[in-house]
């Protein structure tokens, strides 16, 4: 099926390891979001970017760093993680008309650093 | 930059009452509306959007939301509330390259 694609769901990461979320979207969409998700704080931008090869950081960027080298993959990466990136992450993507045809998000991971 | 506001972190409805969601928009240019909702443990589904075609959008699950222009406002709504409609529900405003959301309202269906 078409859509958005976050891989792993669910993720255990000890304070000041690293890893990298995975987002693969086959709808050819131009545009790609990274949202963290935390209770009573809504969705809140990570990172974004707007074409294969371009990033731009979001409203709450701190601790993360994400690379397009392909348009349909958008990775983000925690390279020391802190127990406040404890989150649920979306990953989104959309066309640049996106106001009207809308956004696509992926099913979600669910990280926890202890 | 354009946001969104919804009041009411928890909101509780008898089931068959009227479900009402408030949001509130700033945007200095014609705004995309959204409304989202997330069951438990689940992704964002899209329940309506507003793209400027009609002030009344009719969405899924028997929801629809107004657009007001003077009032700044696309406030949710639904006639009779159902267990089933127990979530949590996000407003969004949305411009070229950006959606931004609202705090979200958990609606708990008192039966």
């Known amino acids: 099926n078409a859509g958005v694609t976050q891989t792993p769901k669910f993720r255990v990461l000890k304070t000041g390891q690293s890893m990298t979320l995975l987002c693969a979207q086959d709808?050819?969409?131009?545009?790609m979001y990274w949202y963290r998700q935390d209770p009573g704080m809504g969705l809140r931008l990570i990172h974004y970017s707007v074409g294969e090869g371009t990033t731009a950081k979001g409203e709450v960027p701190d601790g993360y760093n994400v690379s397009r080298l392909k348009k349909q993959n958008f990775l983000l990466g925690l390279e020391s993680a802190a127990p406040s990136q404890t989150s649920v992450y979306f990953c989104a993507s959309s066309q640049p008309e996106d106001g009207y045809y809308g956004y696509t998000f992926g099913s979600g991971t669910r990280l926890t650093v202890v | 930059a354009q946001s969104v506001t919804q009041l009411g972190s928890h909101v509780s409805v008898s089931e068959g009452a009227l479900v009402l969601l408030r949001c509130n928009y700033s945007?200095?240019?014609?705004?995309?509306l959204f409304w989202y909702v997330q069951y438990p443990n689940q992704g964002l589904q899209l329940l309506l959007k507003?793209?400027?075609?009609?002030?009344l959008v009719k969405g899924i699950n028997g929801f629809e939301a107004e657009f007001k222009k003077s009032e700044t406002s696309f406030h949710l709504t639904k006639p009779s509330a159902h267990m089933s409609d127990a979530a949590e529900y996000f407003c969004a405003v949305s411009w070229p390259g950006r959606l931004a959301f609202g705090k979200g309202n958990q609606v708990v269906v008192i039966p």
């Open positions: 507003y793209t400027s075609a009609a002030t």
């Open positions: 709808m050819n969409h131009e545009y």
């Open positions: 945007s200095s240019v014609p705004p995309y």
